[in-house]
């Protein structure tokens, strides 16, 4: 076998198999087949078709990008598109995204990709922007280099070490959970940045949290600020782009917080809009207007997880 062929997808199933701590007869079950033929196809002895490749991926919740990859493994075309987020394909999207952006207002609000690149911001995403340094806003801004970088947030946080724990283990499970190599190099990039010296980094299992969710303090401007976030998703994604965004929404923690934020009333940062050079605002306040007239009908599934950063 070449260096350059694909690994045989039976390879790639089982390590998603052991990855999810299925047995083989218990994915047999799922998928409606026999252990012994999933034997066959993890061991190369059987082809899989490209309907059983589709449905063992189904029930070993494999990422979509990761599913193209397993059907191109088996000599398939892959079937999930991954369309740019600004084509006109995408207009619904960018229309439900923001209307969600625009309505969090005067709270922050920001959408991800898989990587924590950010997409696409709102105006009120400003008041925690403004203490990052140039560098770590330029080209495309990442929520975890800014969350845990010496010279990001930590640099004004409070109690960070209960927050770095948190990200840290919450971005080792979504590396783990979803094979992509590309989140494991990020990972291992912010796990090596120096903790600040007035905090001492702790795991997270022998620091419980003190209150119902992990808030992030810091100060600021405007003097210091508590907040605690939840994430959504689209639900039922068919497209690899979409599958990969993630809506952070930023919350007061408490009264202090809520009065800044509103009496900001949502307005930008110091680059003129959310703060962040280049990064698309949903009111359009860094060069990119919203598309208001969308349909705002694609479900979105608040319940993935709430954290404080």
């Known amino acids: 076998m070449g260096v350059d062929q694909p690994p045989r997808v039976g390879v790639l199933l089982r390590e998603w198999r052991l990855r999810r701590k299925f047995s083989q007869l218990e994915l047999a079950l799922r998928a409606d087949t026999s252990a012994r ?23 070993l919740d494999v990422p979509l990008r990761e599913r193209n990859s397993l ?13 740019p987020l600004e084509g006109e ?8 995204v923001d209307m969600l952006l625009e309505g969090h207002e005067p709270y922050p609000a920001v959408v991800v990709d898989r990587l924590w690149n950010v997409v696409r911001a709102n105006r009120a995403m400003g008041v925690m922007l403004d203490v990052a340094p140039p560098e770590l806003l330029a080209p495309t801004p990442n929520v975890m280099r800014l969350a845990l970088h010496p010279e990001g947030l930590p640099a004004y946080a409070v109690d960070y070490g209960e927050v770095r724990a948190y990200l840290l ?22 796990r090596a940045y120096e903790v600040p010296a007035h905090e001492t980094p702790a795991p997270p299992q022998e620091r419980g949290p003190r209150e119902a969710v992990v808030p992030m303090r810091f100060r600021t401007p405007y003097g210091e ?15 690899v782009t979409l599958s990969e965004l993630a809506v952070e929404l930023f919350f007061p923690m408490d009264e ?4 800044v934020l509103r009496g900001r009333g949502g307005r930008g940062g110091r680059a003129g809009g959310a703060g962040m050079s280049g990064v698309p605002s949903a009111s359009g306040a860094l060069g990119v207007a919203s ?18 950063a």
């Open 89 to 96: 394909d995408m207009r619904a999207v960018r229309s439900a």
């Open 225 to 239: 600020l508590a907040m605690f976030s939840s994430i959504a998703t689209f639900g039922a994604p068919a497209d």
């Open 71 to 83: 059907l191109m493994a088996a000599g398939y075309a892959p079937v999930y598109r991954e369309r």
């Open 291 to 308: 598309e208001p007239g969308g349909s705002g009908e694609l479900p979105v599934d608040a319940t993935r997880r709430t954290t404080g």
């Open 169 to 190: 283990g919450g971005l080792a499970q979504q590396a783990h959970t979803t094979g992509d190599p590309a989140l494991r190099t990020l990972y291992e990039e912010v």
């Open 256 to 259: 202090r917080t809520e009065r």
């Open 37 to 59: 033929h999933l034997s066959c196809v993890e061991t190369g002895r059987a082809r899989p078709s490209q309907k059983m490749v589709l449905r063992l991926a189904h029930h």
